[in-house]
Structure formats: C-alpha cells, structure tokens
C-alpha cells in the first residue's frame, strides 16, 4: 500500500509535464487555424550578393483551401496568384494572360525565393502528413521550448523529417528545421517578433535559410494581419485575377 | 553575236585592273559561301548524328501521357519496362535498347548549386543505345556514384573523386537530397551531356525518385534512315505507348537548325550586292569612258541593241568567270575542311556556337550550293549590268563623238 502511494506521488509531475507530442502539434495547429485572413507581407530574397525586395498582400480562406496573393512592388506590380484547393493559377499582367500551375511545378519556388508555392500556400495540418515525436525541453533564443522531431508518414509529405521548437508558452515554432530524404538539413526557418493578434500568437518575420547554397536566405516580414475578416467578394475566383 | 562576244570580252581585258578587282570580289565572296556551307552543312550533319547518339537513339517508347512540354517531369512512367525489353529483344530489327530515367534535379557542392538534368542509366544496356561509355574521359559510372559532363563538374570546381548533392523532388513530392561519390567524368560531342547532365545508376534512380521502371525505353533498329518502315508493327506491337522516331523526336531540332541555314541565305545576298555595286560601277566607268568608241560604232551603223548587249555580255562573263574562279577555289579550299575538318573545340571552347557539336567536325559537299551560287550570282551581274548599258542605248553618236577624253 504504502508502495504504491510513493509511486503515485512520483508520478504526478511526470503526468502533469508529459503534454504529448501529438497535444502540442494540435495546439501549434490550433493556433494557426482561421477562418479567413488579410495579410500583407514584405519578402527579401537574398542570393549570393544579390538582393531582391518584393511586397504582396493576400486572402486566405480556411474553407476550400482558397488563396489569393497580388504583389504591389514595382517589378511584379499586379502578378497575381490564385490558390484554389490543388490548383494554382498566375496572372501576369505583362501578357495579360492566365497561367495554371499543377503538379511538379507547385513545388518550385515563389518568385525566384527559398519558399515553394506549397509551402506558402498549404494550409494543411501537421498531423495529417507527419508523426510527431517529443525530443527534449530546450532553450532557444531566450525562450523555453518543446523540441518535437515530425517525421512524414505518408510518402508525399514535402521533407523527411522536421523538427520544430516549439515555444512552451505560445505554442509557436521558433525554428523549424527541415530534412531532406536522406537525412540533409535543407532548409532552416527562423519565427521571431511574436505578437498576439486577437487570440493567437503570429510570427511577424520569418526568415527561411536553403541550408545548399551559401549565402541564401528569404525573409518575410508582416506588415499587417487581420484575421476572421470578410473577404471581398469573389476574391478567390478566377474573374479576380484579371481585373 | 560571236562578234559581241568579241567585242566585249575587249572590253573587258582593256580595263584590267577594274575588272579584275570586280572579280577578285566575287570569286571570293562566292568562295567563301560555299565554305560556309559546307561547314554548315558538316554542323548539321554531326549535329544529327550527336542528337541520336546522345539523346533520342531511333525510336523511343514512352508512357502514352508523355507531356513534351514537362519532359522531365515523372507523372508518366513506363511502369513494366520488363515486359517492353523482352518484347524488343524478340524482334529482329532492332538492334539494342535500354532504359532511362530523366528527372530534373539541383546539383551542389555545398556552396553553389545549379539546376541539372539527372539521368538514371543502366549500367548493362545503355552502350547498345548510347555513345556515353565511349567519352567518358576520366573513371567510370558506379553503383553509388555519379558520373558529370565535364563543363558542369568544372564550374562546380569539383573533379573524380569529390562528393556532391544532387536534390530533388522524388515522383511523390517529398525533397530528396542524395550524397554521391563523382566516379567518372564524361566529354562528348553533346553540349547538353557535358554542360548540364549528372548520370547515375538506374536502380538508384529508380529507388530515390521512386519511379517503378522508367521515363522512357530507347532503342536502335538496323535501318534507321527509314525509320517509317517499322513505325506499323511497332505501333501494333506497342499500342498503348507513344513510340516516336528519332524523325519524330527531332522535329524541334529540325526547325532550329533551318533557321540556322537561314544565315547562310543572308550571306549569299550580301554576295548578291557586291556583286551589283562592283559590275554596275566597272561598267559604268567603261560606259563614260569608251563614249568615243561607242558613238563611233554607232556612227558606223551599229544598233542600240546591239551595244546594250555588249555591255550586257560584259556583265555576263564577269559574273560567270568570277563564280567559276570562287567555286574552284572554294572546291580546292574545301577538300581540307572536308577530309580533315577542323577541331572546333579549340576554337570555341566548349559551348558548341549553339550547335550540338564539339571536337573535330568535317564540312559535307553541297551541290545545290554550287548551282544556286553561280545561278544568282550570273543573274545578279547581268541585271546589274542593264543599267550601264540602258545609259548606253540613250547616247546620241553625235554627242558621243564630241566628247574630249
């Protein structure tokens, strides 16, 4: 009896502290999950010595995994992209012309960046791609975080395996690893500048390092995010993207 | 008419120093085109010889939904590539086949990376199809290891021996990024093999992209110029797959390298020209200074016609004779870049002038350059020389004669 009581008494911080891996994915995925959003964004790509800067603003809709992204820099003024569930049309409005994109080509990157069209705009949850696995409590960057290794249980999940630190408090990954097939660190994505908007914590950068090259590096950084906004009509129709 | 002739082949010889030059110029410019196309012609000649040694063999199986847009792209596979070997190894005519797998790739070393096509090879077959063995320079292709065009592995600054990524996206979408050994270096004839191409194993190609047989089946036939003799029992036997000649496949090819002839055509024109300027100005000069002559031979009865014509047969022979002279010398100049040929790859360094040519290249005759040669260039001459000669028939004998020279 008085064993068992001894045993009990070990194992509540155990219980108390042991949030599975699956719990805190649920919870980044959680907090990431709306309804629909506005944001508007300012990339830097950076290759070798070469630096370009780039500014768009987008819709993104929860509900039929719909997005719509119009870049208002100088050089790209009025590309626009429209993601509706699989498929991904451009408009350039140079050649007044719509383009769709399907397939192999989702997977390059968006404006000569680090990011693929996937991963910019996929809004699909961890879980149903990746089995999530708890590591170690680390310190990064100042903060105390989950460190939790996703490796991909279905065969087209884009990497192999991430692992992602996860802030114990706010439930966002400051740093995202990214492993190839293979094993090779490929890409390393950086979330810092946490602000609560509403209910839920938003990266204002993120800054995403191709681990092949030297010297490469694209960063986003917000200028405005709305959340659970009303989407002007016919945002996500093709009609919108040639007016 | 002799008596024309007579008179102005006179002419001519009297003003030798105009009309040599005049001659000169055309003898040369013709020699020179026909040089050019020669060698234009050896260009394309090799150029088809590397395009089916290197890239489309004689005819090619694919998957039916091939997308020639996304040639590289994995969706459409040939999945029972075993069967479509066997089913080639029991017909007669052809000769050797073999499996590929095309995918598009990255290739790095750590520091610089750059977009490449990777191309799984079977390592038993593919010199039945293939010149790859033959040109490689350095090593051999191994399990495990890689094997780089030459251009690609020295802008990598990497040689036999070092270590680099390829990386991709395998068939079903997840990034692979695979290690491997440079076993072998490889230098053909094929820009494309050595600017941009890293071969490696096919099984290993097969397991990373995660294809089951491959992008495509290659194969030579034992006579290959028609290759239309076969397209029937190939398309019976094969139905199902798209079977393509190398006819088929290089039509691409084809359009490009007639637009590349289209400079040899701009050439000739420029001939053309010269040729114009030079006899409308001999003749011209002749016409002013022989007015005396002229107004004499009219004074004596001769009609305009008639001395329109002299002029005109002027115009005639020196546009003949001259593409004679150039054609013969051409021909005599040509007899070493056709029997010997000249290395290119010392004179361009190695991007092939956007030919699909590299090393020693032999020029090929070609007879209608010949013909068409020296039909413009005898045309051209004669028309040029109307106009002298139309100032000629406009002279009045009186006038002529009055002229001091």
Not at chain 1, 87 to 114: C, N, R, T, V
């Amino acid at each position: 009896m008085k064993k068992s009581f001894l045993l009990f008494f070990l194992l509540i911080p155990l219980i108390a502290s042991a949030e599975t891996a699956d719990e805190i994915i649920n919870k980044v995925d959680q907090n990431q999950l709306f309804i629909t959003q506005k944001y508007k964004i300012e990339m830097t790509i950076k290759k070798g010595n070469r630096e370009l800067a780039k500014e768009f603003f987008g819709y993104g809709q929860k509900d039929g995994d719909k997005a719509f992204m119009e870049f208002t820099n100088r050089e790209d003024l009025g590309v626009k992209y429209l993601k509706l569930n699989d498929e991904l049309w451009i408009y350039f409005p140079d050649a007044d012309d719509i383009m769709k994109i399907s397939g192999h080509m989702l997977k390059q990157g968006l404006m000569g960046s680090d990011i693929s069209y996937e991963d910019l705009l996929e809004t699909e949850e961890m879980k149903t791609k990746y089995e999530s696995k708890f590591i170690k409590s680390e310190n990064f960057d100042g903060r105390d975080c989950y460190v939790i290794e996703a490796n991909a249980k279905v065969e087209d999940a884009s990497y192999q395996k991430q692992i992602l630190f996860i802030d114990k408090e706010k439930y966002i990954p400051l740093k995202i690893e990214m492993y190839a097939k293979g094993g090779r660190l490929l890409k390393n994505m950086l979330l810092s500048d946490i602000r609560k908007v509403g209910s839920r914590y938003v990266p204002w950068k993120i800054e995403i390092q191709d681990k092949r090259r030297r010297n490469s590096k694209t960063t986003l950084v917000f200028k405005e995010i709305i959340y659970d906004i009303n989407v002007p009509e016919n945002t996500f129709t093709r009609r919108s993207l040639k007016k | 008419m002799k008596y024309l002739f007579k008179l102005a082949l006179k002419n001519i010889m009297k003003a030798r120093r105009r009309t040599i030059l005049t001659f000169l110029m055309l003898s040369f410019g013709v020699m020179v085109y026909l040089i050019m196309e020669s060698m234009l012609a050896g260009f394309d000649k090799a150029s088809f010889q590397n395009f089916i040694d290197f890239e489309t063999g004689h005819f090619k199986i694919r998957n039916e939904n091939f997308d020639e847009d996304h040639p590289y792209d994995t969706d459409y596979s040939l999945k029972n590539t075993d069967q479509i070997e066997e089913k080639l190894k029991n017909l007669d005519f052809v000769t050797g086949y073999t499996s590929r797998i095309n995918f598009l790739s990255e290739i790095d070393n750590g520091i610089d990376s750059t977009p490449v096509i990777t191309v799984g090879v079977d390592p038993e077959n593919d010199s039945k199809v293939f010149s790859l063995k033959k040109y490689i320079i350095k090593g051999s292709l191994e399990k495990g290891g890689a094997l780089l065009g030459k251009t690609l592995a020295d802008d990598m600054k990497v040689d036999a021996g070092d270590i680099i990524y390829i990386t991709f996206r395998s068939s079903k979408g997840m990034f692979t990024s695979i290690e491997l050994l440079i076993t072998g270096l490889v230098q053909s004839a094929d820009p494309k093999v050595n600017n941009l191409t890293v071969f490696i194993n096919l099984d290993e190609a097969r397991e990373h992209m995660g294809v089951e047989g491959a992008t495509e089946i290659t194969f030579r036939v034992k006579d290959y110029q028609e290759p239309e003799r076969y397209t029937k029992q190939l398309e019976s036997d094969f139905s199902g797959f798209r079977v393509q000649s190398w006819k088929e496949l290089s039509t691409d090819f084809t359009a490009l390298m007639s637009t590349k002839r289209a400079g040899g055509r701009y050439f000739l024109l420029f001939i053309v020209v010269i040729a114009l300027v030079g006899i409308i100005n001999t003749l011209l000069m002749s016409v002013y200074e022989k007015r005396r002559e002229i107004g004499t031979l009219m004074a004596l009865g001769m009609e305009h016609n008639e001395i329109r014509n002299v002029f005109m047969i002027e115009g005639f022979l020196i546009g003949f004779f001259g593409s004679i002279c150039g054609l013969i010398i051409g021909t005599i100049t040509n007899l070493y870049f056709i029997y010997s040929g000249i290395d290119y790859t010392a004179m361009v360094g190695e991007g092939g002038m956007g030919f699909n040519v590299m090393g020693v290249i032999k020029s090929s005759w070609v007879i209608s350059a010949y013909i068409s040669s020296l039909l413009i260039v005898v045309f051209a001459s004669v028309l040029s020389s109307y106009y002298p000669a139309k100032k000629v028939m406009k002279m009045n004998p009186a006038e002529c004669l009055r002229t001091v020279q």
